[in-house]
């Protein structure tokens, strides 16, 4: 039988698509839920570290569920709790009821982008799944293309809780789908195998434990205590997992993966974009909205530029890696992305719109010379048997370091804020230097990950086998 690939590209693109439209309409909604909850910057972040940390604490589970229940049963169940999840989230009512939704969400979505990658690389062919990632991954920056101008519009007009509603029916038109193009993959073999829980419970220890400790360096920042507490459990936690890790062979993960060195400098480098972006990106509405003074909506149209150069780039460069090396677009993306954040550190209120819209533009072509090639080296970087793994870690890195990034970078801001504030400078004054300082660590980050970079594979083509059509 013939199967549909554009029925099967557009019914996995629907599923990741909710998702990266969620993270991009929820930023630029956030000094609106600041503002509405009353709370702090430090506070506020928990609407996207929450998620994020919740999202990476349910990834690890996605290669045992794989097994346990098969591709496709996984997939239409994580699209049936991210769509609930989300319809909870336009219901909320305060800051605690938002985050504790915000975590159903994530329990939903911690297995969609990790089972949709291996999905894609199970089901294509080595010679044509370059271009089918650069083509999903075009699918999937609609969202962020789309969503700071919809999320502006939506946000302005009929508030911020529509922002998360609109998943809904997107989430009901995918599960449809779902039956009818990737019915074929109900047949996938089950497999019955152990469920390593002490492993899951170490694992979610430390990432929770590291998050936490994150979150209190802007109230523990004198004493100490609490941040050294949680870092302690953090690290304790991690030392565990892989002296219990080392010798299993049905665990959470084959930590062995660990010893090649293309593959941890892949993750490297996811880590330390990841970081550096989604703190970035955190940041850029506060920028925008409260100190530039832009309406939700047109704060919105700003972002479209970047979103759209994003979009444009994802296809070429997937491309691009199915021919040559990934390791030179990968430097120049990261280069391009830290040239980007200098300026956005240097934008203030009287900086002309057209810069900014440059700036963004910019931004957008330094991702797509960054996001597929660096997912097709680390596809490329591991044996067969390990695809799903490397896959769930690649999002598991990505997630817990863009949570990390966004925590960070919020207690950088709120304390040089604090700190231009006690001497007595003007309001907006510290806040752009605070804002100023957040994008600058944020380029050193990014510049950081330009050794990693030289260390990934080189290789054009991935290594995966996939299921014949």
């Known amino acids: 039988m013939q199967r549909s690939k554009a029925g099967i590209l557009v019914t996995l693109m629907l599923g990741t698509l909710m998702a990266s439209l969620d993270s991009s309409i929820v930023n630029i909604s956030l000094p609106v839920m600041q503002e509405q909850f009353g709370v702090r910057m430090d506070e506020v972040q928990?609407?996207?570290?929450?998620?994020?940390?919740?999202?990476?604490?349910?990834?690890?589970?996605?290669?045992?569920?794989?097994?346990?229940?098969?591709?496709?049963?996984?997939?239409?169940?994580?699209?049936?709790?991210?769509?609930?999840?989300?319809?909870?989230?336009?219901?909320?009512?305060?800051?605690?009821?938002?985050?504790?939704?915000?975590?159903?969400?994530?329990?939903?979505?911690?297995?969609?982008?990790?089972t949709v990658l291996a999905m894609l690389t199970y089901i294509f062919p080595p010679e044509i799944r370059g271009k089918m990632l650069g083509w999903w991954g075009f699918g999937v920056v609609l969202g962020p293309a789309l969503g700071p101008t919809l999320g502006g519009i939506l946000t302005q007009h009929l508030g911020w809780p529509s922002i998360f509603y609109i998943n809904v029916p997107i989430g009901v038109i995918a599960f449809a789908m779902s039956y009818y193009f990737l019915g074929f993959m109900r047949r996938q073999e089950k497999v019955r195998q152990w469920f390593d829980t002490p492993g899951f419970l170490l694992l979610t220890v430390f990432l929770i434990s590291l998050q936490l400790g994150i979150s209190r360096l802007e109230k523990d920042s004198v004493t100490l205590y609490g941040i050294i507490a949680y870092f302690a459990v953090s690290l304790f936690a991690l030392v565990f997992f892989i002296l219990w890790e080392r010798n299993r062979v049905n665990g959470i993960y084959d930590i062995r993966i660990f010893r090649n060195v293309r593959f941890v400098s892949a993750l490297m480098v996811t880590a330390v974009r990841s970081a550096a972006l989604f703190g970035g990106v955190f940041l850029l509405p506060f920028l925008l909205q409260r100190h530039m003074h832009f309406s939700e909506m047109d704060a919105g149209l700003l972002l479209l530029p970047g979103s759209i150069s994003l979009a444009i780039l994802m296809p070429i460069s997937g491309s691009w890696v199915d021919r040559h090396s990934p390791r030179g677009i990968v430097v120049a993306g990261l280069l391009l992305l830290a040239a980007t954040m200098l300026l956005f550190g240097r934008t203030d209120a009287g900086t002309a719109v057209w810069m900014i819209i440059f700036t963004m533009f910019l931004r957008g072509v330094g991702l797509g010379c960054l996001s597929t090639p660096i997912t097709v080296a680390t596809v490329n970087s591991v044996k067969p048997s390990l695809i799903t793994q490397a896959s769930s870690l690649n999002n598991l890195v990505l997630q817990v370091a863009g949570a990390s990034g966004v925590g960070l970078l919020s207690v950088v801001h709120q304390q040089v804020r604090d700190y231009y504030l006690g001497h007595h400078f003007p309001e907006d004054k510290a806040e752009h230097m605070a804002l100023q300082y957040g994008f600058t660590v944020s380029a050193v980050l990014l510049v950081c990950a330009v050794l990693p970079a030289l260390f990934i594979s080189p290789q054009k083509k991935p290594k995966v086998q996939t299921v014949s059509e």
């Not at 346990?68 to 989230?89: A, D, H, K």
């Open 46 to 114: 928990w609407v996207v570290t929450a998620y994020m940390i919740a999202f990476s604490v349910f990834m690890p589970l996605t290669s045992w569920l794989k097994n346990r229940i098969g591709f496709f049963n996984l997939y239409v169940i994580s699209l049936s709790i991210f769509t609930f999840g989300s319809l909870l989230c336009s219901m909320s009512e305060s800051l605690e009821w938002l985050v504790a939704s915000r975590v159903i969400q994530a329990i939903g979505g911690g297995a969609l982008q990790p």
